[in-house]
């Protein structure tokens, strides 16, 4: 990582695991920018600029492959990794949110340090396999 601390968005509309998975991310060095709505992690996310977007699958007003799929489309965000996080982990499911443009595709429960794991990877230019 370099000196900057990398600023992490997190789209997450259960609180519980919003909190968890921000705290883990806090404690690691990263800046978060928390959303529990896909409207507002959409509008986070052209605001902020983050080096990585974290978003659930389903959320309120948005969904995450939505979201996915308008910052591809938008040049400021085009180049943005996504990590998507779902309950759902079929095939189907995975191969639907890598192709609205997820970079990495994560299925909860997970373990934090898989999760830290991942993110490191994917913001030092590595791409993970899929959970």
Do not use: W
Not at 28 to 43: K, P, S
Not at 49 to 77: F, Q, S, Y
């Amino acid at each position: 990582m370099s000196d900057r601390a990398h600023r992490i968005l997190i789209a997450e509309d259960e609180p519980d695991l919003l909190l968890l998975i921000s705290a883990t991310l806090m404690s690691a060095g990263f800046d978060v920018v928390e959303t529990a709505d896909g409207i507002d992690a959409l509008a986070a996310a052209r605001q902020h600029l983050p080096d990585l977007a974290l978003l659930d699958v389903m959320l309120p007003g948005l969904t995450g492959p939505e979201i996915a799929r308008a910052l591809r489309e938008d040049p400021a965000t085009a180049a943005m990794p996504i990590v998507m996080l779902s309950a759902r982990g079929q095939s189907d499911d995975v191969e639907q949110g890598l192709e609205s443009g997820a970079d990495h595709y994560m299925v909860k429960p997970f373990i934090p340090s898989d999760l830290m794991r991942a993110l490191r990877a994917i913001l030092a230019g590595e791409l993970p396999g899929t959970d």
